[in-house]
């Protein structure tokens, strides 16, 4: 498992508070690059106007920084391209009753 898979797998623990589902199958972690111990996450979020995004990019980069491999995460909030539910694994749109 590469460095950016085992971020990937850390983010996996950061919750959608809305929905209950992991960040990782909402389709929001749009990037992980490490380079040096440092990694760089991309995410987005279901809407612009999301009150939750500092708890979501906050844990997202506790997520990673609680990795042995990665000394300092920085987590960039991006709108494009926009967040639509077929970026969501077919899990997440199950549990949500979508499939």
Do not use: H
Not at 22 to 37: A, E, F, H, S
Not at 73 to 99: H, N, T
């Amino acid at each position: 498992m590469t460095i950016e898979e085992k971020v990937f797998e850390a983010l996996t623990n950061v919750i959608d508070p809305e929905l209950g589902l992991p960040i990782t199958d909402m389709g929001l972690v749009y990037d992980v690059k490490v380079n040096d111990k440092q990694a760089f996450i991309k995410v987005t979020l279901t809407t612009m106007g999301c009150p939750l995004a500092g708890a979501i990019t906050e844990q997202a980069r506790e997520a990673a920084e609680a990795l042995d491999e990665i000394e300092s995460a920085s987590v960039e909030l991006v709108w494009d391209p926009p967040w639509s539910v077929e970026m969501m694994s077919d899990e997440a749109r199950m549990r949500l009753g979508m499939l």
